[in-house]
């Protein structure tokens, strides 16, 4: 008998870990994007133009954290911020046209 129930116990755990992770995912699905799609695309455009004053991980070095500024801003104001700047420190044309239309899309699905 335990050889039974151990063995449904780690058959179980198995089905729990196969089930797990989905969680971003579905998020990203209810909102009707693919974001993983979008990154792949902007990431490296971010990467190269971006990356010196927002970080990384987004989290803001020498500019704002944009790590949830799509709770802030719409798609379209990101990227007339990216286009034409924004105070003194965000220089507008950094990138220009379908480039700055995906970074836009990109950082307007994190919120």
């Known amino acids: 008998m335990p ?9 179980f755990m198995l089905a729990l ?4 992770g989905g969680e971003e995912e579905e998020t990203n699905q209810e909102n009707g994007a ?5 990154e ?9 133009n971006c990356l010196q004053c927002h ?4 989290e803001g070095t020498g500019g704002p954290s944009l790590q949830k500024v799509g709770s802030k801003y719409s798609q379209a104001e990101i ?19 379908d480039e700055a239309a995906a970074v836009a899309e990109w950082l307007s699905t994190l919120k």
């Not at 050889?3 to 780690?10: E, P």
């Not at 970080?55 to 987004?58: C, E, M, R, S, V």
């Not at 990227?79 to 046209?97: A, D, H, R, S």
């Open 3 to 11: 050889k039974k129930l151990f063995s449904f116990f780690i058959l």
């Open 34 to 38: 693919d974001t993983s799609a979008i």
């Open 17 to 20: 870990a196969a089930c797990g």
């Open 79 to 97: 990227e007339e911020i990216i286009l034409e700047g924004k105070g003194t420190n965000m220089p507008g044309g950094l990138i220009q046209g």
């Open 55 to 58: 970080g990384q991980n987004l």
């Open 40 to 48: 792949a695309q902007a990431r490296p455009i971010y990467e190269q």
